[in-house]
């Protein structure tokens, strides 16, 4: 990229409120102008970043991403956190160039619609995945329909979660599912502590795929649905999708890309 364009790019820096993040952030703003996200120019006209830089780990991560991905902004993380599988390490040196040389993939998130046992309706989005948990001592009993076709008709489980493929490294791995490639256009159903059918271990969707869960029996064995991050108690259905309308932008350095590290995963 030409210089002059490398100079003009416009950065927003948000940090998580650690002291490894903080101490991040004073560092980057002593070196670099930021700019405010929602920063007003004359005329009442908002100044949009070029992209934002992220300080913190995964967690910090998807809660930026849900709070700004409808701006349409790319977002460039560095790891400051434990994890950090979102994002690249932390090198505040020639921080400009890196975002310009930086590789973007695009993630869609999964829209949950869920109905309560009071008759409320709940829509959500899920970058990683969305959940479904028992909330009492029993089991849950859950029906699941795959584009309209029963597929199974009474799973007895601790609950089942449908997972991206940016998700698929975390919680759905640590329950036996798949870990998923960027590119692959698909999706994973995995079951939490399947009791019935007790040999049943999952599945592997079109992305394009509709998929509902009935609560068999809500009042006795209550679910939970969780969003990522946001739960939805006492559900009796929820209905997932991807949200194709919805891009996220996420910057990686060359050395450091995501499509790579998610296939390193399945070597571990």
Not at 73 to 100: A, D, H, Q, R, W
Not at 151 to 178: C, F, K, Q, W
Request: net charge positive; proline share 5%.
């Amino acid at each position: 990229m030409h210089n002059s364009v490398i100079y003009m790019l416009k950065i927003a820096c948000i940090a998580d409120s650690s002291k490894v993040a903080q101490a991040a952030y004073n560092e980057i703003i002593q070196h670099y102008k930021i700019v405010e996200i929602s920063k007003k120019r004359r005329g009442g006209k908002s100044e949009t970043p070029d992209v934002i830089v992220v300080l913190g780990g995964d967690g910090f991560m998807l809660q930026v991403m849900h709070k700004y991905m409808s701006r349409n902004i790319p977002f460039y993380g560095m790891n400051c956190g434990t994890v950090g599988f979102l994002m690249n390490t932390y090198s505040p040196k020639l921080l400009i160039e890196k975002i310009s040389e930086s590789r973007c993939h695009i993630l869609h998130p999964l829209h949950m619609y869920a109905r309560n046992i009071q008759g409320k309706d709940y829509e959500l989005l899920a970058i990683n995945e969305v959940s479904l948990f028992r909330q009492s001592r029993q089991a849950a009993k859950t029906r699941i329909t795959v584009d309209h076709v029963v597929r199974i008709p009474e799973m007895v489980s601790d609950g089942v979660l449908v997972t991206t493929p940016a998700g698929s490294t975390a919680y759905n791995s640590s329950a036996g599912g798949p870990i998923i490639p960027l590119g692959a256009n698909v999706i994973s159903l995995t079951p939490i502590s399947p009791f019935r059918p007790r040999h049943w271990r999952g599945a592997l969707l079109h992305h394009n795929s509709s998929i509902n869960f009935e609560n068999l029996d809500p009042a006795k064995r209550p679910l939970s649905a969780v969003a990522d991050f946001t739960e939805v108690r006492d559900v009796v259905s929820v209905s997932v999708h991807e949200q194709q309308k919805t891009s996220i932008k996420l910057l990686f350095d060359p050395e450091h890309n995501l499509e790579e590290r998610i296939i390193k995963e399945q070597f571990m």
